[in-house]
């Protein structure tokens, strides 16, 4: 077995604890999550996440949904409303591109 060495990331608290929860639902611990991800740097030589600046209207998007989730409301008034809105946006955009 190769040599292991410890590894030290200052973490927020409650980063930490959620994640550890969503790992260990999925069989893992941190330092498996941690493990596998500096493995796919070394095997990819890259990043496994695509990193991107976001552009205005996705900030605004991260914005309003952080806004939401700090006030516990949505923009729509049930799960009905969502839906349509998410098949006439998905209706739209279809079309649109059929019309190009």
Do not use: C, W, Y
């Not at 980063?15 to 070394?42: N, W």
């Not at 496994?48 to 949505?74: G, S, Y």
């Amino acid at each position: 077995m190769a040599h292991s060495t410890m590894l030290h990331v200052r973490v927020d608290d409650e980063i930490k604890t959620q994640a550890s929860e969503a790992l260990a639902a999925m069989g893992l611990s941190v330092s498996d999550a941690v493990r596998i991800l500096l493995k796919r740097v070394v095997n990819d030589q890259a990043f496994p996440l695509e990193l991107k600046v976001p552009n205005a209207q996705t900030r605004a998007a991260m914005e309003e949904a952080r806004a939401m989730a700090k006030a516990r409301t949505a923009r729509f008034e049930s799960a009905d409303t969502l839906i349509d809105d998410l098949e006439n946006a998905s209706f739209g955009a279809g079309q649109k591109a059929r019309q190009q």
